[in-house]
C-alpha cells in the first residue's frame, strides 16, 4: 500500500495552484506598474484574468485548413508548463510529488517542447502571418534555447548534480558562490533570456504588425478558448521562468519548507517578484528599442556569457 505525506502532497498542491491561479496576477502587476512609470492610468492588476474570462466565454474559431494539431497544441503545451512547475523550485524549495520526473536539464528541454508544440501548431494553422512570425522564432531559439540547455548544465557543474532543489539549497547556504565570476555570468546570461522568452527584451518590436510580430504570431489565428488556454502559458511561462531566475540565480534565500513555516513562502515569492518586477521595468523603459535584426545580437551575447559560464566552472572547478 503506497503511503502519501500529507505534507509533501499540501506542498505540491500549493506550488502547483500558486504557479497555475496566480502567474496572470504577475503580469498584471508588471503592466500596472509599467502604466504609473509611464504616467498613464493603466488597467487593473486583475486585467489579466478578466481577459481569460472574456476569452473563455467567446465561441472558438479555427481556420478551415488548420490541422488537429492547432486544436490540440494548447492543452499540450498547458500540460508541459503544469508538468514543470512541479519539477522546479518556483515556490517551495524541497523536493514535492513528481520533482523526480526531470531535472534541470530536463526542465529545460520541456521548455523547448513546449515551443515546439506551439510552432508546430503555428504552422498548421496554415496562415502566412504565422509562419512569417514563427520562422522567426526558429531563427532565433537556436540561441536562446542553447543558452538555456548551456546555463543549466554549467549550474548542475557548480553541484555536481542536475537536482534544482540541492542547487537552491547549496546557493542559500553559500553565500560567497552568489558572488563569483561564474555565477555573475550565468546571472546575465540567464536574466537576458528571461527578457527575450517574456517578450520583454528592449530590442523586440513587439505588436501585430507584420514586421514585429514574433511571440504574437503563434496566437494570430486563435480565439476563444484556445487563446485563453495559449495566453495562460505565456503568464505560466513567465513565472516559471522568473522564479528560476530569483530562486537559483538572483535570490535563493527565503524560502522555508518545514511545516507550516512553507506558506510564509507565498509572501516572499510576491516581494522577490516585486523585485525582479522592478529590475525589468528599469530595463524595459531605460534603453531603447532596436531593430528586429538585432535581436540575433542580443541572443549572441547571451549565449556568449553562458558558454563563459561554463568554461568558469571548469577552469575553477
Given at each position: 500500500?503506497?503511503?502519501?505525506?500529507?505534507?509533501?502532497?499540501?506542498?505540491?498542491?500549493?506550488?502547483?495552484?500558486?504557479?497555475?491561479?496566480?502567474?496572470?496576477?504577475?503580469?498584471?502587476?508588471?503592466?500596472?506598474?509599467?502604466?504609473?512609470?509611464?504616467?498613464?492610468?493603466?488597467?487593473s492588476i486583475f486585467?489579466?484574468?478578466?481577459?481569460?474570462?472574456?476569452?473563455?466565454?467567446?465561441?472558438?474559431?479555427?481556420?478551415s485548413?488548420?490541422?488537429?494539431?492547432?486544436?490540440?497544441?494548447?492543452?499540450?503545451?498547458?500540460?508541459?508548463?503544469?508538468?514543470?512547475?512541479?519539477?522546479?523550485?518556483?515556490?517551495i524549495?524541497?523536493p514535492?510529488?513528481?520533482?523526480?520526473?526531470?531535472?534541470?536539464?530536463?526542465?529545460?528541454?520541456?521548455?523547448?517542447l513546449?515551443?515546439?508544440?506551439?510552432?508546430?501548431?503555428?504552422?498548421?494553422?496554415?496562415?502566412?502571418?504565422?509562419?512569417?512570425?514563427?520562422?522567426?522564432?526558429?531563427?532565433?531559439?537556436?540561441?536562446?534555447?542553447?543558452?538555456?540547455?548551456?546555463?543549466?548544465?554549467?549550474?548542475?557543474?557548480?553541484t555536481?548534480?542536475?537536482?534544482?532543489?540541492?542547487?537552491?539549497?547549496?546557493?542559500?547556504?553559500?553565500?560567497?558562490?552568489?558572488?563569483?565570476?561564474?555565477?555573475?555570468?550565468s546571472?546575465?546570461?540567464?536574466?537576458?533570456?528571461f527578457?527575450?522568452?517574456?517578450?520583454?527584451?528592449?530590442?523586440?518590436?513587439?505588436?501585430?504588425q507584420?514586421l514585429?510580430?514574433?511571440?504574437?504570431?503563434?496566437?494570430?489565428?486563435?480565439?476563444?478558448?484556445?487563446?485563453?488556454?495559449?495566453?495562460?502559458?505565456s503568464?505560466?511561462?513567465?513565472?516559471?521562468?522568473?522564479?528560476?531566475?530569483?530562486?537559483?540565480?538572483?535570490?535563493?534565500?527565503?524560502?522555508?519548507?518545514?511545516?507550516p513555516?512553507?506558506?510564509?513562502?507565498?509572501?516572499?515569492?510576491?516581494?522577490?517578484?516585486?523585485?525582479?518586477?522592478?529590475?525589468?521595468?528599469?530595463?524595459?523603459?531605460?534603453?531603447?528599442?532596436?531593430?528586429?535584426?538585432?535581436?540575433?545580437?542580443?541572443?549572441?551575447?547571451?549565449?556568449?556569457?553562458?558558454?563563459?559560464?561554463?568554461?568558469?566552472?571548469?577552469?575553477?572547478?
Open positions: 500500500m503506497v503511503r502519501i505525506d500529507y505534507v509533501t502532497f499540501t506542498e505540491t498542491l500549493l506550488q502547483y495552484f500558486f504557479v497555475v491561479g496566480l502567474s496572470p496576477l504577475f503580469a498584471g502587476i508588471f503592466h500596472r506598474a509599467k502604466s504609473i512609470v509611464e504616467s498613464k492610468k493603466g488597467p486585467q489579466p484574468y478578466y481577459d481569460l474570462a472574456k476569452l473563455l466565454r467567446k465561441e472558438t474559431l479555427r481556420p485548413n488548420s490541422g488537429i494539431i492547432f486544436i490540440y497544441a494548447p492543452y499540450v503545451a498547458f500540460g508541459v508548463y503544469s508538468l514543470i512547475s512541479l519539477i522546479i523550485p518556483v515556490l524549495p524541497a514535492i510529488y513528481f520533482t523526480a520526473s526531470a531535472d534541470f536539464l530536463g526542465g529545460a528541454i520541456l521548455f523547448s513546449a515551443a515546439f508544440v506551439k510552432m508546430a501548431a503555428a504552422f498548421g494553422s496554415n496562415s502566412n502571418y504565422s509562419a512569417l512570425g514563427v520562422s522567426r522564432m526558429l531563427s532565433f531559439n537556436f540561441l536562446s534555447e542553447g543558452t538555456l540547455i548551456t546555463v543549466f548544465f554549467a549550474v548542475s557543474l557548480i555536481g548534480t542536475n537536482n534544482p532543489y540541492t542547487t537552491n539549497q547549496f546557493l542559500a547556504s553559500n553565500s560567497l558562490q552568489n558572488i563569483s565570476i561564474v555565477h555573475i555570468f546571472t546575465l546570461a540567464f536574466f537576458m533570456l527578457l527575450y522568452e517574456t517578450g520583454r527584451i528592449p530590442l523586440e518590436s513587439a505588436g501585430l507584420e514585429g510580430m514574433i511571440d504574437e504570431a503563434v496566437n494570430y489565428e486563435y480565439s476563444g478558448k484556445l487563446l485563453a488556454i495559449n495566453k495562460w502559458n503568464y505560466i511561462k513567465q513565472y516559471l521562468l522568473g522564479s528560476v531566475l530569483l530562486n537559483v540565480f538572483l535570490v535563493p534565500w527565503g524560502l522555508s519548507s518545514s511545516s513555516w512553507f506558506l510564509l513562502d507565498i509572501p516572499v515569492m510576491f516581494a522577490k517578484w516585486l523585485l525582479l518586477i522592478g529590475i525589468v521595468l528599469i530595463v524595459e523603459t531605460t534603453l531603447a528599442k532596436l531593430r528586429l535584426f538585432r535581436v540575433l545580437d542580443y541572443l549572441a551575447t547571451a549565449f556568449t556569457f553562458s558558454i563563459l559560464f561554463l568554461i568558469f566552472t571548469e577552469v575553477i572547478a
